[in-house]
């Protein structure tokens, strides 16, 4: 029989993740040798959407190399040597921690040719580093493809963009518009292309212009193909022995519940909530500081405090805040999940919103808990060990009283369009028939009436978004699974819920569960995949709208 394109980009994404697993274990590999190759021909095959024109033989996918950097460390397409490492203590020594910025993961520059970088969120984030940088591997010898001749010979254009990156990187001006000349000659793309692409680096904070990268990442692939300088990935023993055990996990969950024993508050009943560490803190106490009553006023001031507006709310929100039950918990396990506690006993204001009133008996008040965003498996991780009972130093043991838990996420919807809700009433988990039906309650009806698109059905716990194609996901979406997105973390914080609720027994059975996601990108539709851009000031009003109706259904 034929295999269906799906059926082979399916295939493809097993292989990667079971040769990047085989890889990991054995502790090193060179990207461009033969046990790399297997990462290369797969990847190559399955063609994700956010890599745009990776498997094209010259031209180099400038969007997707922009979505890359901005998670790798700044400088790291200069390094032959990448080292993944756990957190060892290079956080107490003189190296300075170099942190990506849209990925939170602390990074070293140990000397010209090597990176090291730190691990600490499980086996989901080693996966996504390592796909983007086998991304990285093959943009770069389009550029070594596209700057020789077949005897090796250096091409005019990387002579001349050397030239102009040497000026950079000793501060002397340069024409812009004759180096972007030079590139683009280098990278395969037209001159008004590489233009708009050279000044979307300078405008992206923490990345080395597009000039630098570019001959960097030749340059290293010159060294390996002419002077037999290979490069190599390893991984630490440390971190191969720590993946999987739940070390930063449960270093992470132990603080925060000694901080609510600390704080008296470990017996008392405790809502959880992942998502983002602002949309509750301005909806409960801009309603309680402010006045605040209806969704639309709320909203105005979030954009406001979005877009850093002249006398916006923000400062005046959390020193409210601060004075009102409102406990922050900084990270300093690894798992840089960061929390935020709300103490309903000691707000002055007896309603989180209009209508949602609380118990007049302090004891009964209850705790919010709201928890950053986890990556991937680690949500599992930092689940399971939160929901644990809290083992005091006398040997006393506390269950926690966990009343609901609340999954607010951003996701790839196929169904609809950036900005979009999506409520799931089932997570499936991508490449198996594992699946996690529940009762969620939200529903479709809750959000309606808002000028957002709502659908309602199973979402996918994808591997991870950055290797999802076009067949893959038009397959879920169309077949008798009727997808209606994707995201990385539901079914992990699922299985965390069902195995502390019905199986350990660790927190009551009927603990309410409430699931909505936010469309951060449509990977089906061209111009709209991760790699075209954050979703801005789109992205507020679905945050807060889920926000809204989370407090709106355990309160009222």
């Known amino acids: 029989m034929n295999r269906t394109r799906a059926q082979e980009s399916r295939a493809a994404i097993e292989k990667l993740y079971i040769t990047m697993r085989h890889l990991f274990m054995r502790g090193s590999y060179k990207p461009m040798g033969v046990s790399g190759e297997s990462l290369v021909d797969s990847l190559l095959v399955l063609s994700p959407e956010i890599y745009g024109l990776l498997a094209q033989d010259e031209k180099i996918e400038l969007d997707g190399l922009l979505y890359v950097m901005e998670r790798l460390p700044m400088g790291i397409e200069e390094c032959r040597y990448i080292r993944l490492i756990s957190r060892e203590g290079y956080e107490n020594s003189n190296f300075p921690a170099i942190v990506p910025a849209k990925r939170r993961r602390n990074c070293y520059r140990v000397d010209e040719d090597q990176m090291y970088v730190e691990m600490t969120r499980g ?37 001349m963009l050397e030239k102009i990156v040497v000026k950079e990187e000793s501060g002397e001006e340069f024409d812009k518009e004759v180096a972007c000349s030079y590139l683009s000659h280098v990278i395969g793309r037209t001159f008004k292309e590489t233009h708009e692409a050279v000044q979307k680096f300078e405008v992206s904070p923490h990345t080395n212009s597009l000039f630098r990268i570019v001959y960097h990442l030749g340059k290293l692939a010159m060294d390996e193909a002419f002077e037999g300088r290979d490069r190599e990935i390893s991984f630490s023993s440390t971190l191969r022995m720590r993946v999987g055990h739940h070390v930063y996990g449960e270093l992470w969950a132990n603080k925060i519940k000694a901080v609510l024993f600390d704080h008296g508050l470990i017996e008392r009943p405790l809502h959880i909530v992942s998502a983002n560490l602002h949309s509750f803190l301005n909806t409960i106490y801009g309603h309680q500081a402010l006045g605040l009553h209806s969704f639309e006023e709320i909203e105005k001031v979030a954009l ?105 996420g951003k996701a790839g919807i196929l169904t609809g369009k950036k900005g979009d809700i999506m409520i799931p009433d089932s997570h499936v988990f991508e490449g198996t028939a594992d699946n996690y039906p529940f009762k969620n309650e939200l529903n479709k009806k809750d959000f309606e009436g808002h000028g957002l698109g709502v659908f309602q059905g199973t979402m996918f716990t994808v591997l991870g978004t950055s290797l999802q194609n076009k067949d893959v996901l038009s397959y879920l979406m169309e077949s008798s699974w009727k997808a209606i997105g994707l995201e990385m973390e539901g079914a992990h914080y699922q299985k965390a819920i069902q195995s502390e609720s019905r199986i350990r027994q660790s927190i009551r059975k009927n603990v309410k569960v409430l699931y909505a996601y936010y469309a951060s990108d449509n990977p089906l539709e061209t111009g709209s995949t991760l790699a075209s851009g954050a979703l801005g000031m789109d992205g507020v009003k679905p945050t807060y709208l889920i926000t809204y109706k989370i407090l709106q259904k355990l309160f009222i």
Request: negative net charge; hydrophobic residues 35%.
């Open 304 to 408: 406001d405090i979005s877009v850093g507006a002249k006398n916006n709310k923000a400062k005046e929100i959390y020193n409210f805040a601060q004075k009102n039950g409102f406990i922050e918990v900084f990270d300093d396990s690894g798992t840089n999940i960061h929390v935020q506690l709300f103490d309903t006993a000691a707000m002055t204001a007896n309603t989180l919103l209009p209508g949602c009133i609380l118990p007049e008996d302090p004891n009964k008040r209850p705790v919010i808990l709201v928890m950053d965003y986890a990556f991937g498996e680690q949500a599992y991780e930092c689940f399971d060990e939160l929901l644990k009972p809290y083992e005091s130093e006398d040997g006393k043991s506390f269950p926690l009283n966990v009343l609901s838990a609340s999954i607010m």
């Open 123 to 159: 086996r989901s984030d080693i996966y996504d580093i390592l796909t983007h940088l086998t991304f990285l591997y093959i943009e770069s010898e389009k550029i070594r493809s596209n700057s020789t001749d077949p005897k090796g010979r250096i091409d005019l254009n990387w002579e």
